[in-house]
């Protein structure tokens, strides 16, 4: 799996975190969650602060949290300043701001380098919204994840009913509250929320966490065994030059 990068992209709901540290464990691969480092960010803007609806004042402050990213897909963490911040990143506050976090170019292009050196050389199932458009548009492969507004909901709220500390969502308000993201995500001026050019279009309405595994690992062994018979292909065209020019000097 050397040098293996997949990008798992898609909005809330679709199913990309389950699905992606299945296939980073699957394979023995290192998993980041980029929509968490977003949430620490707002987190800890919420806790200075920071008014959220002036751009400039969360860019100024942009630099500020020094931020820590576990990629272990059995326990993936997340420190800010030293502060786990896991649990308190997925509250409803955090869930409603971070979008305008997210909106902020200075936010962006500082996560974005953060992100491109934990993926290093690979080895790593990387999620989140911009990861085959702008994180790593090179990734061996890129896969949009979608669902069904209802099936997003419905997964969501369970999600969050099943925690410990249950809000007592419903379907429907999550269905409002996703239907706001995506707007915000998708219509923001900085790197917006699409399917990358090359990427997969994988709809997990009606499929259950293992068919989704199954398929993104279906999806690596075609691509790598594809991308093996390209490279056997241009080996085969080099000698066949070097033979050639080897003859004509002769």
């Known amino acids: 799996m050397s040098g293996l990068v997949v990008a798992m992209d898609g909005p809330s709901g679709s199913g990309k975190s389950s699905a992606s540290r299945g296939v980073a464990r699957a394979l023995g691969l290192r998993y980041l969650d980029t929509g968490a480092m977003y949430r620490a960010i707002t987190w800890w803007m919420l806790q200075r602060g920071v008014d959220l609806s002036d751009q400039a004042a969360i860019a100024s402050r942009a630099g500020e949290p020094a931020l820590d990213s576990g990629t272990d897909p059995d326990a993936p963490t997340i420190h800010v300043d030293g502060v786990d911040v896991a649990a308190p990143i997925r509250s409803q ?4 701001a971070v979008s305008l976090v997210a909106a902020v170019p200075e936010v962006r292009a500082r996560l974005v380098a953060l992100q491109r050196e934990i993926i290093g050389s690979g080895d790593i199932v990387v999620e989140g919204r911009d990861i085959g458009t702008v994180v790593a548009p090179g990734a061996t492969l890129k896969v949009y994840l979608t669902a069904s507004a209802e099936a997003r909901a419905t997964r969501r709220t ?27 995500d998708s219509t923001r001026k900085t790197d917006p929320l ?11 309405t009606a499929l259950n966490l293992e068919e989704v595994i199954a398929e993104v690992l279906r999806l690596i062994t075609e691509r790598r065994s594809s991308a093996g018979e390209s490279e056997a292909r241009t080996d085969a065209n080099e000698r066949r030059s070097g033979r050639d020019h080897i003859h004509e000097r002769a």
Do not use: C, I
């Open 93 to 96: 506050e955090v869930t409603a």
């Open 158 to 184: 369970a999600e969050l009913n099943g925690t410990a500390e249950p809000n007592g969502t419903t379907v429907e308000a999550q269905q409002a509250a996703m239907a706001r993201r995506d707007t915000l």
């Open 194 to 204: 699409s399917m990358a050019d090359g990427a997969v279009e994988l709809d997990t």
